[in-house]
Nanobody, 120 residues
Framework: QVQLVETGGGLVQAGGSLRLSCTTS????????MGWYRQTPGNQRELVAL??????????NSADSKKGRFTVSRDNAKNTVYLQMNSLEPEDTAVYYC???????????WGQGTQVTVSA
């Protein structure tokens, strides 16, 4: 069973920054892509950003990521994916979940979720 362990959530003031980390318990190359979703109470999880973990280029980004506020990156040697969040807004308050599709197990794995709270 693969585990995705997230760290880095917390409370920050509007305009501040946070960096989330997600480390896999097994090789990052098990996943064809990894990244982040977020969820607020009563709503479905929404995409924040994904990055391929293989050699293919490109990434999938939400609108906020396209605006440059959020940046997803990976360190294959550390089996870790990061989400750098800048210029945070109260609307970014949510539980952030690490995501990965395991090509060997043919299933999605989720992290346990980490709370991000942005105060006005």
């Amino acid at each position: 069973q693969v585990q995705l362990v997230e760290t880095g959530g917390g409370l920050v003031q509007a305009g501040g920054s946070l960096r989330l980390s997600c480390t896999t318990s097994r090789s990052i190359f098990r996943f064809n892509d990894m990244g982040w979703y977020r969820q607020t109470p009563g709503n479905q999880r929404e995409l924040v950003a994904l990055v391929p973990t293989g050699t293919s280029g490109g990434s999938t980004n939400s609108a906020d990521s396209k605006k440059g506020r959020f940046t997803v990156s990976r360190d294959n040697a550390k089996n870790t994916v990061y989400l750098q969040m800048n210029s945070l807004e109260p609307e970014d308050t949510a539980v952030y979940y690490c995501y990965g599709y395991d090509i060997y197990d043919r299933r999605v794995y989720w992290g346990q979720g980490t709370q991000v709270t942005v105060s006005a």
